[in-house]
Each structure stands twice: as C-alpha cells, then as structure tokens.
C-alpha cells in the first residue's frame, strides 16, 4: 500500500484496467467535477484526496452495480495498492453512508460503512448530487431513497447536505448553475 494519491490521469486509466464500462467513467467524472467545487470551498479536504475517491468511488461498479459494488471496489483499491484514505472512501461512498443495521440486512460483509473523514463525506454527499451523467439536486437521491423503503437512509442524506452546506457557506444545491448539468469533464469524451 502506497501513500501516494494518484492522479487524475491514473484514476482514469484505472478505472478502464479494472473494466468499468464508458458510463461508469463519465459518471465518475461527473461526481469528480461536484467534488471539487465543494472541496474548494471546504479548506479543510486534501482535494488530491477529493478527487482521487471521486474519480475512484465507482470502480466496483466493474464487477457488479448492486450495494456490494462499494465493498468490492474496495478490495480492488487495495489490490492496485491504493492508498488507505482511498479505499475507504470508497467503500463508505454510498448513499450517507450505512450503519451496522444497514449493512447486516444487506449481507454486506462486517466493517465500517459510514463516511467519517470531511473527504469521505464530500465524496459521497457529490455522488448523492450525479444521477448517471446529470448534476442534480441532493432531493433526487433522497426521493429515491424514500421510494425504496429506506428512510433512515433518505434522512441521512439530507443531514449530510445540511453539514456540508454549512461548512460550505451556503447550500450545495446552489452550485448546480454553477458547474452547470453536465459539466465539461476532464481525460474523458464523453
Ligand atoms: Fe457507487
């Protein structure tokens, strides 16, 4: 396991050696793009950090787009010797995090769903803010957490907005015109 944080260029690169199909690229970059607005108003997050788990947090989704997608991806971080910091950006990147009930009733494997870390929330909150390739309103995900059945999950998110906008300034929602819908993505054609 290395300390290094790697580029962007890298992340990418990883990402297509892993196998992830061309949306789950462009969706990673789409979250990317939402992640670093909000670092840059965040002082406090390592943005090498931000955008490396932004560009990262998907990578299981090149083995299998359930829930489980973040625990493998996980274990496929480690396996490229990522650092640390990344791979547990990335297990704990879905939704506002899992708790233990969360993740038993899932039969995901025991551990540590909930993102701790301001780069870990960041992360997942810009992942709540992308629908595939679109920059949406943190509402979009809560809807559809509300939908599912999964309330607990749905008020999760909407506390982790309000934490984020606060150390933010101002409320996320207002970036959207800002980055614009479907941002100008950097090392990926859409
Ligand atoms: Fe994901």
């Given at each position: 396991?290395?300390?290094?944080i790697?580029?962007?260029?890298?992340?990418?690169?990883?990402?297509?050696d892993?196998g992830?199909?061309k949306?789950?690229?462009?969706?990673?970059?789409?979250?990317?793009?939402?992640?670093?607005?909000?670092?840059?108003?965040?002082?406090?997050a390592?943005?090498?950090?931000?955008?490396?788990?932004?560009?990262?947090?998907?990578?299981?989704?090149?083995?299998?787009?359930?829930?489980?997608?973040?625990?493998?991806?996980s274990?496929?971080?480690e396996?490229?010797?990522?650092?640390?910091?990344?791979?547990?950006?990335?297990?704990?990147?879905?939704?506002?995090g899992?708790?233990?009930?969360?993740?038993e009733?899932?039969?995901?494997?025991?551990?540590?769903y909930?993102?701790?870390?301001?780069?870990e929330k960041?992360?997942a909150?810009?992942?709540?803010?992308?629908?595939d390739?679109?920059?949406v309103?943190?509402?979009?995900?809560?809807?559809?957490?509300m939908?599912?059945?999964?309330?607990?999950?749905?008020?999760?998110?909407?506390?982790?907005?309000?934490?984020l906008?606060?150390?933010?300034?101002?409320d996320?929602?207002?970036?959207?015109?800002e980055?614009?819908?479907?941002?100008?993505?950097?090392?990926?054609?859409?």
């Open positions: 396991m290395t300390d290094r790697p580029t962007d260029k890298e992340c990418i690169d990883l990402l297509w892993a992830c199909k949306r789950v690229v462009v969706h990673c970059a789409t979250v990317r793009a939402v992640a670093e607005v909000i670092a840059e108003g965040i002082p406090q390592d943005m090498d950090l931000v955008i490396a788990g932004a560009l990262l947090h998907d990578i299981g989704r090149s083995k299998d787009h359930s829930i489980m997608h973040a625990y493998l991806g274990k496929i971080a396996d490229y010797k990522l650092p640390r910091s990344i791979v547990e950006i990335i297990r704990k990147h879905t939704g506002a899992l708790d233990e009930e969360d993740v009733a899932m039969g995901l494997p025991p551990g540590d909930m993102p701790s870390t301001i780069e960041i992360v909150h810009a992942d709540n803010m992308v629908s390739n679109r920059v309103p943190h509402q979009h995900s809560v809807d559809k957490l939908s599912k059945g999964a309330e607990k999950g749905a008020l999760r998110v909407e506390m982790l907005h309000r934490e906008s606060d150390l933010f300034g101002r996320l929602d207002t970036i959207i015109p980055i614009g819908e479907y941002p100008k993505l950097k090392h990926v054609k859409p």
